[in-house]
């Protein structure tokens, strides 16, 4: 691999590698190998792949991409030149799609995507609805090239702003046109990386440093990791322009040990940049230097915070620090040094910016919100995975147009953003605009950009309670606001979810609550009570009943409501009987009941019953008779 010494000659390499690779009417199978379609057989199925070309003789090129984003249907593969989408990709489909699609140049309908089985298949990946709404800046390679192949991203474009930067921009007119596109940071606070960048070039020093926060700690959120295992060069080019235009000299880029794919990609990407002279030494021929260098963090959700992180990089136990000073001054960043720490998205979306210019840039999303931004969509929807969607989109277009709606139709409930440190929002948002403003003023918030969807038979103090013991778990307990605090709200939460709810208990969630936000460290605890004042405001009623009726009205609690038989549903099977530990399951001639006096409303007859004859009801109120018989 030959080093390129100035940017001509990146250029000509580039021109060079558009003509040998990704030739247009080859044929080609780009086949998903993101975590989730591994998962599900991807390498099988390329197995397949290149067993049937060598079997039948017919050339084929296979290009292992990462994640494509609809991982409910994975495996998932795009044969070209057709543009012909497949889904759940069995190794036994792959002899018919190569014969259709080489032989008789037309798709293999029993592999493309519908919408229901009795819907017309849909080809073409950008006519699947899941696609059709979708915006690629941060995740535009994702999909197309082999992350361990460097030429791939020359060839696409890559590096593309780099050369750009140093054959024709200064440092300052390179920070200038970041800051014009008003690239707000995608990690979830969405301070403009702008400003952030011009205040660490203006820190006093001479050595500065740039870091990627690849942490993504939220539970079922993987943009950043996608991006690292799918598409690792962009974000090494984003880190590099950074550096260049506030003279840094070092980056590191801190990911979790969890993620071994995108640590194995992100070195695999380093040692061809640094082979290459983009990464390292001289680059380009300039006398621009800049190494980049991974960090792995042990996992802990509190390393998300920035000087948590930082202090994790030194070799520290990952405790937030109290600020000032800033990252981005003396003292305040890695080892004292002036730091500019961004998200791997923000980093990734640095080099469109350059390449196309800010006014693209700003020609997408919203006014205060420009560019794009990516979801982890979960929950009970029905096409779950990573879209990237144009800031402004609403939430309704985002669950129902590309997530295809509820799971089994049922009613939506609300939708939760940001993370376990977000917040819940009703039926009555649905078309609230997704953008960084918006979400703040419902009380929720972007976040990293995980979207949990809830439906029906959600009980919101249950939803409430798993995300607040998330964060009162992660809770790094250096401050007694979040270390105390978050462990009182959680003892309240199962008291009430238990059954053992009392008048007042709402109230104390809510000042214990705004007691956390405002005295706690670091943005962890500052957050962590995010979910449980959200569901107290959007759904009170919830709490009430499971204080005052002692029931939930989803049937998720356990220890609560009054359990009872439907004898016209009820065919007698004897299974509720059986499960019950406590004997309050009797039968008599004919029918069964259930002995209030003997049930614990554990809700072992309500989940066995298969005809759903187990009912749950609101309890009757006791009336206190003490005072009369006195």
């Not at 998903?32 to 099988?44: E, F, M, Q």
């Not at 494509?68 to 489909?93: A, S, W």
């Not at 260049?244 to 979790?256: D, E, N, S, T």
């Not at 194995?264 to 290459?276: D, S, T």
Request: glycine residues 10%; proline residues 5%.
């Amino acid at each position: 691999m030959a080093k390129l010494k100035s940017a001509d000659e990146l250029k000509k390499y580039r021109d060079g590698l558009k003509g040998e690779t990704f030739k247009p009417d080859a044929l080609r199978a780009r086949v998903c190998c993101g975590t989730a379609c591994t998962a599900t057989g991807a390498h099988k199925v390329i197995d397949e792949f290149k067993k049937e070309a060598a079997d039948s003789g017919v050339d084929i090129e296979i290009v292992k991409t990462g994640c494509q984003g609809i991982c409910q249907k994975g495996p998932v593969l795009k044969v070209e030149p057709m543009n012909i989408f497949y889904q759940r990709t069995k190794p036994h489909d792959v002899p018919a799609i190569m014969s259709y699609s080489k032989i008789g140049d037309m798709p293999y309908r029993q592999g493309l995507y519908r919408d229901s089985i009795l819907d017309a298949p849909i080809p073409e990946m950008t006519d699947i609805p899941f696609y059709k709404k979708q915006k690629r800046i941060a995740l535009r390679n994702n999909g197309v090239v082999d992350p361990n192949n460097i030429d791939h991203f020359i060839a696409v474009g890559g590096y593309a702003g780099m050369e750009k930067c140093l054959s024709s921009m200064t440092p300052d007119e390179t920070l200038s046109e970041v800051d014009k596109a008003n690239l707000r940071g995608r990690g979830g606070a969405g301070f403009p990386a702008g400003r952030k960048w011009a205040h660490t070039k203006s820190a006093p020093g001479d050595i500065k440093l740039v870091i990627a926060n690849g942490d993504e700690g939220d539970p079922g959120a993987f943009m950043d990791r996608s991006i690292m295992e799918g598409d690792p060069h962009s974000l090494l080019e984003g880190m590099a322009i950074n550096a260049y235009a506030i003279k840094a000299q070092y980056g590191f880029i801190y990911v979790r040990h969890e993620y071994p794919l995108a640590v194995k990609n992100l070195k695999h990407a380093i040692k061809q940049a640094e082979e290459m002279g983009l990464i390292g030494e001289n680059i380009l021929g300039t006398d621009f230097s800049f190494t980049i260098d991974i960090r792995e963090g042990a996992g802990a959700f509190v390393c998300g915070e920035s000087t948590a992180l930082v202090a994790s990089i030194e070799g520290e136990r990952g405790f937030p620090r109290p600020r000032p000073p800033r990252l981005s001054e003396p003292g305040g960043g890695a080892w004292g040094y002036p730091t500019s720490l961004n998200n791997i998205e923000t980093f990734a979306c640095v080099p469109y910016i350059i390449d196309k210019g800010a006014d693209n840039f700003l020609s997408i999303g919203t006014k205060g919100s420009p560019g794009t931004k990516v979801f982890a969509l979960t929950g009970k929807v029905k096409n779950t995975g990573l879209v990237e969607v144009p800031m402004g989109i609403t939430l309704r277009e985002i669950i129902f147009d590309i997530g295809g709606g509820i799971l089994d139709n049922k009613q939506f409930k609300a939708v939760q953003t940001g993370g376990p440190s977000g917040g819940c929002i009703p039926q009555e948002h649905l078309d609230l605009p997704v953008d960084f403003d918006s979400l703040r003023e419902v009380g929720s918030m972007m976040g990293s950009g995980g979207m949990v969807v809830l439906d029906e038979d959600t009980c919101m103090v249950d939803v409430a309670k798993f995300f607040l013991s998330f964060t009162q778990s992660e809770s790094c307990g250096k401050c007694p606001p979040c270390r105390i605090g978050t462990s009182h709200m959680l003892d309240i939460l199962e008291k009430i979810t238990s059954g053992h709810g009392e008048e007042g208990d709402i109230e104390k969630l809510e000042e214990l609550g705004n007691k956390i936000v405002a005295g706690s460290l670091c943005g962890l605890g500052n957050s962590a009570p995010n979910p449980v004042l959200t569901t107290i405001k959007y759904f009170r009623e919830e709490y009430e009943e499971h204080i005052h009726d002692k029931y939930c009205r989803a049937k998720a609690c356990s220890g609560l409501g009054m359990f009872h038989i439907d004898h016209v549903n009820c065919i007698l099977c004897g299974l509720c009987k059986r499960a019950c530990a406590f004997d309050a399951v009797r039968e008599l001639k004919g029918s069964y009941f259930i002995d209030q006096d003997y049930c614990t409303k554990c809700k072992a007859c309500y989940s066995v019953c298969p005809t759903n004859a187990v009912l749950v009801d609101k309890q009757p109120k006791r009336t206190d008779t003490s005072k009369s018989a006195k």
